[in-house]
């Protein structure tokens, strides 16, 4: 089974037919709200708000290893995190889409694995490739066939947030060869893989990096961006999740 995990701009998923909530407590805590179970494109997927269904959740209190917990629990086995970035790269203007095949993480102080306790064994996974290669083809085959136009690689920066990077910040995570910045990108991708669940991320460029565009960051303009951009993201998912039953 599909799951989905939405960012900004995917709060909630309207496509989702014959929906219910199912609440899961897990050893790390509560997800960031119950879990969607339900139909899109008559496949069965499970969704669930990254933030919480009204965005009340920041990027570093985010029960990450609850949510991905939750997930497989239920019996999610691929998950397609969805993300709003900042483009750095000259060819992610916003109002890109990108399915990111590399990361770069600049958090601290999140709770980053299950790897913790005295009877908990470590777990030294490989994470070479931090995205699940099959389910990215999925995605990228996907967008040929709909003609949805995407970059097929990108490096994603994750910073902590919640505010946005100065522009020296950027300055120094594009030397480092991020093409993306984000934060919400990690440890989600790395609990993923320790639980052994097929994990790739599409993201949509909803502005400049800082210092990258000739004015200030308005939500206004990235309000608009996700307003347009999400609908095409929608749109692809829908189809590989169809195209991939």
Not at 54 to 65: C, K, S, T, W
Not at 147 to 166: D, M, N, S
Request: aromatic fraction near 6%; charge should be negative.
């Amino acid at each position: 089974m599909y799951g989905i995990i939405g960012g900004s701009g995917l709060e909630k998923l309207a496509e989702l037919q014959h929906k219910e909530a199912q609440s899961i407590h897990t050893p790390y805590g509560d997800p960031s709200e119950p879990i969607q179970l339900g139909e899109l494109a008559g496949q069965r997927i499970a969704f669930l708000s990254r933030h919480g269904a009204d965005h009340l959740l920041a990027p570093h209190e985010i029960n990450y290893r609850a949510n991905l917990w939750a997930l497989k629990h239920i019996g999610v086995t691929h998950v397609i995190g969805i993300a709003a970035v900042g483009g750095i790269g000259k060819t992610l203007a916003p109002g890109t889409l990108c399915v990111a095949d590399q990361i770069i993480d600049y958090t601290y102080g999140r709770a980053h694995t299950y790897s913790v306790g005295e009877k908990q064994s470590v777990n030294h996974i490989d994470f070479t490739q931090p995205y699940c290669t099959a389910l990215r083809q999925q995605m990228i085959t996907a967008a040929q066939q709909q003609k949805i136009a995407i970059q097929t690689q990108g490096v994603y920066g994750v910073t902590q947030g919640p505010r946005l990077e100065t522009a020296a910040e950027i300055q120094r995570i594009r030397r480092d060869g991020c093409d993306l910045v984000g934060m919400t990108g990690m440890p989600e991708a790395a609990l993923a893989r320790e639980l052994d669940l097929c994990y790739a991320n599409i993201s949509l460029v909803v502005n400049w990096a800082a210092g990258l565009s000739e004015g200030p960051i308005t939500m206004a303009d990235i309000t608009n961006h996700l307003a347009t951009g999400m609908q095409t993201m929608l749109q692809l998912v829908t189809a590989c999740i169809q195209d991939n039953a």
